[in-house]
Nanobody, 127 residues
Framework: QAQLVESGGGSVQAGGSLRLSCKASGYTFRTNCVGWFRQTPGEERQRVARIHTTTSVTSYDDSVKGRFTISQDSSWNTVYLEMNNLKPQDSAMYYC????????????????????WGQGTQVTVSS
């Protein structure tokens, strides 16, 4: 059974960095759209970044452009989110999700289109 597991969250001070990992098991990210999302209590889940694992085309929410980088490893089973210059407003639970066998533009996908979701990893940024 396909499963996504996030790791790498933690507590950092503003200006610090973290690297989140999303590892797939029972499943491969080949020809997938993989996205990172985040959510704070009482708020809607927000998209952060996406990558198409075959074309490596990426997209980012404006709030993280220039600070966050989504990437993948060559084994097709891990996607990363490098987060630099973190701000307190980046504090949230971060989730990864995937759309399997997707050949279109990842940017156009809506959250209900994502088939597999991880359990989340918490990021806390203090000022």
């Amino acid at each position: 059974q396909a499963q996504l597991v996030e790791s790498g969250g933690g507590s950092v001070q503003a200006g610090g960095s973290l690297r989140l990992s999303c590892k797939a098991s029972g499943y491969t990210f080949r020809t997938n759209c993989v996205g990172w999302f985040r959510q704070t209590p009482g708020e809607e889940r927000q998209r952060v970044a996406r990558i198409h694992t075959t074309t490596s085309v990426t997209s980012y929410d404006d709030s993280v452009k220039g600070r966050f980088t989504i990437s993948q490893d060559s084994s097709w089973n891990t996607v990363y989110l490098e987060m630099n210059n973190l701000k307190p407003q980046d504090s949230a639970m971060y989730y990864c999700a995937a759309v399997p066998r997707w050949r279109g533009n990842c940017f156009s996908l809506l959250q209900p289109d994502f088939t597999y979701w991880g359990q989340g990893t918490q990021v806390t940024v203090s000022s």
